[in-house]
Every structure is written in structure tokens, then in C-alpha cells.
């Protein structure tokens, strides 16, 4: 049932580019145009809607933080994101002009739960992004976006997650769509790079045996640290969210910009960090800014582990690691961007003698608040 893996986790990280062309299959016809047809939230109220609320927990909550560049990018309607858990709590502002958008891998996850339905009591539309046909929060939202991951069996979630974000991409272009913010040309350009990252993904998961020899490297350090900026920067704290619950490591994610503002204090000779950097085209100034946070943590002593697309080269004096990813349009980094920081993580628990799909103290939903 392993496919000839030893961990489901490792077998559902192989799934990824199966995963995400099943996500987007015939969600677009041969003229790009989208249909996403379980979305039955009529076009109107998507078109009327002022306001994107996103709430999810865990992995599922870092697709959400991806989401709102895409979505705000792409539409124009603001969107905020919140742990599900936070939610309900804080009395957020809610009426049937918001969207909100619940992302759950199993659907049962019970925070996410009592956050659809306090967002339905408001009077809010609530649409499900979730993997697991016929589960509750599918059930008790007006519509659903399934994804289409197969069953994942492994308590870190990977491809869910990856599907997450294709579906989220679809929700932002289907939403441009109906509003009129994009057009035709730019949804086909878009839908075209989202077909070709599957095989991006086969392509990074093919050099993964150098990250594999870091993590194994590393397994008696104390501490991880990930940097990353702009959709990097939910990516960073994926890839630390990863190594906690697999690993047992203490790991933390930080937007690069924040490093000064305290968590530079925590570098010290050896600290090994993880630096998610963008594509040096497009967004050159984030880029540039990258650049010298690496360096930054670098002459401060910190054993740099550095992601980078091929072909930039600026990074390379500043990494005493380097693990290349295929070029991609910005907001689509993402998708190749966590593959290595799944193996990474994986790799590291196996190697500290952890049981990799079942982690301690960990349940694969949480079906208690
Ligand atoms: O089933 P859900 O997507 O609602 O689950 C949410 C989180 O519990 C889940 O993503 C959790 O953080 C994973 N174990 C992370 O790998």
C-alpha cells in the first residue's frame, strides 16, 4: 500500500505532480475559460462580494497566507487570513457580502468547523476548498472546490497542500473571471504555467539527493530557522511547521524583513537557516533585500541553506548550501519552493530515529477544538 515507499509521507510527496494535474483537470475548457462547476455560489454574489476571508488551520492555514497574494493580486477584493481557531473568538466583522473560504485537508478539522459555521450564522457564503468528498465542512458550506489529492494517509501534509494551492490559484482566476479583473489571455497564460509546474515538481523531486545528505548532516542540531519574503515567507513557515511535527526540532519561520526586529539575535556560529529566495525577475527588489539578509546572517555565522531558481546566480558566494528550483512565475513559486523543505524534513526525522508518518502527540485530524 506504501507503493514500494517506506513512509506514506515519502509515497504522497511522489503523488504531488499527479495530484496537482488531477486538481486542475477540466476546470478549464481549450479557450481558458474557468468552470469550476461545484462552486455553486452564484456568479452574483461572487462578483458583489467586498471582502475574501480565508480560515484554516496548520498546513492548510500557510496555502491561506499564499492565497491572499493571489487573490488580491489577481481580483482586487481584499482578503485577510486567520487561524481558524482565532476566529470565531474575536467577534470578526461578517455579512453576506463576504466570502469565506474554509481550506481543509480531511474536512473534520473541528476549529475550521466551528469557523464556517459562525460565518454562516453572520450570514456569510462560506465555500470549502477541502480533499475528502462528502466530509462536514464540505457539507455544512454553500459550496465546495474540491481538490484532488487522493486519500493522504501521512500526518504532515504535502500534497494536500500543494493541491490547496492549485485550487486556490482557481478561486483567484475564477474570481477575476466573473469580476472582470482578468481577462481571457491572462487566465490562459496563468492556467498554461500551472499545467507545466507538475513537472517542475517531478524535476526538483528528482535532485533531492543532496538535501536528503544536508538533512541527515544536521540531525543533531537544536534549532532550524526559515526566512522567506512575500509568498516565501508562508513557505518558511511551512518548512518549519514540517520539521517540528516530524522532526521534533525546535524551528521557527520569519518574513526576512522582521529579521532585524529581533530574530537576528538568535544567529549564532552554526545555526543552520533556510533562506526561500524569490525569483530574481519581476519582484528584483525583494530580491535584492534577500540577498542581503543572507549575507547579513552569514557574517554573523550561520550555516546558509538557500533556495533559489536556476540561474540566479547573485546568491551563490552567500550559500554554503544550495538547492536549486525551477523557474516559475512569482506567485506560483510556492509549489516548487516547499518540495525540497518536505524532504528536508522527512529526511531529518528519519534520520533522528522518528516514526515519520505518525508523529507523537499528533492526530492526522483534529476533530477536538
Ligand atoms: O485536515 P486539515 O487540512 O483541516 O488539517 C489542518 C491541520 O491540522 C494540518 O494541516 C496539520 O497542520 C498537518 N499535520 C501539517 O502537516
Redo the contacts with the bound molecule.
Keep these: 500500500e506504501k507503493g514500494g515507499y517506506d513512509y506514506f509521507m515519502l509515497k504522497e510527496i511522489a503523488e504531488q505532480p499527479k495530484a496537482v494535474a488531477d486538481t486542475l483537470l477540466g476546470r478549464v475548457d481549450e479557450s481558458g475559460v474557468l468552470s469550476l462547476d461545484e462552486v455553486r455560489i452564484e456568479d452574483s454574489v461572487l462578483r458583489e462580494a467586498t471582502k475574501v476571508v480565508i480560515v ?5 492555514f500557510h496555502a491561506g497566507m499564499i492565497a491572499k497574494y493571489a487573490i488580491e493580486h489577481w481580483t482586487r477584493i481584499p482578503c485577510e487570513v486567520e487561524l481558524a481557531s482565532e476566529f470565531r473568538y474575536r467577534d470578526p466583522i461578517l455579512d453576506p457580502r463576504t466570502l469565506v473560504v474554509a ?4 474536512g ?2 473541528m476549529d ?1 468547523l466551528m469557523a464556517v459555521r459562525h460565518a454562516r450564522e453572520q450570514g456569510a457564503k462560506v465555500l470549502a476548498v477541502c480533499n475528502t468528498n462528502g466530509s462536514t465542512i464540505p457539507r455544512e458550506s454553500d459550496a465546495v472546490l474540491y481538490t484532488h489529492a487522493g486519500p493522504e494517509v501521512a ?3 504535502t500534497k ?1 497542500f500543494l493541491t490547496q494551492l492549485v485550487a486556490c490559484y482557481l478561486l483567484a482566476l475564477y474570481l477575476g473571471q466573473v469580476r472582470g479583473t482578468q481577462w481571457g489571455d491572462e487566465i490562459r497564460a496563468v492556467v498554461r504555467e500551472l499545467a507545466a509546474i507538475g513537472t517542475q515538481v517531478e524535476q526538483v523531486l528528482g535532485t533531492m539527493e543532496p538535501v536528503r545528505e544536508l538533512a541527515r548532516s544536521l540531525a543533531e542540531k537544536n534549532t532550524v530557522l526559515f526566512l522567506g519574503r512575500h509568498v516565501g515567507y508562508p513557505v518558511a513557515l511551512e518548512g518549519a ?2 520539521l517540528k ?1 516530524l522532526a521534533y526540532m525546535h524551528a521557527e519561520g520569519f518574513a526576512a524583513g522582521e529579521l532585524k526586529h529581533g530574530p537576528i539575535a538568535l544567529i549564532e556560529e552554526g545555526v543552520p537557516v533556510v533562506v526561500v529566495v524569490p525569483s530574481p525577475r519581476g519582484r528584483s527588489v525583494l530580491h535584492d533585500k534577500i540577498v542581503s539578509n543572507i549575507q547579513e546572517i552569514r557574517a554573523r555565522g550561520a550555516l546558509t541553506i538557500v533556495i533559489a531558481e536556476d540561474g540566479d546566480e547573485t546568491v551563490v558566494p552567500y550559500a554554503d548550501h544550495l538547492v536549486r528550483i525551477p523557474r516559475t512565475p512569482t506567485l506560483l513559486q510556492p509549489m516548487v519552493s516547499t518540495v525540497p523543505l518536505q524532504v528536508f524534513a522527512c529526511e531529518l526525522a528519519t534520520a533522528r530515529g522518528n516514526e515519520v508518518d505518525q508523529p507523537r502527540n ?1 492526530a492526522k ?2 476533530t477536538v477544538e
Excluded: D, M, Y
Aim: aromatic letters at 0%; a negative charge.
Design positions: 484554516a488551520c496548520g498546513t492548510a481550506i481543509s485537508q480531511s473534520e478539522t475550521t500526518v504532515a501534509s494536500a511547521l514540517k511535527e499528533l485530524s483534529v
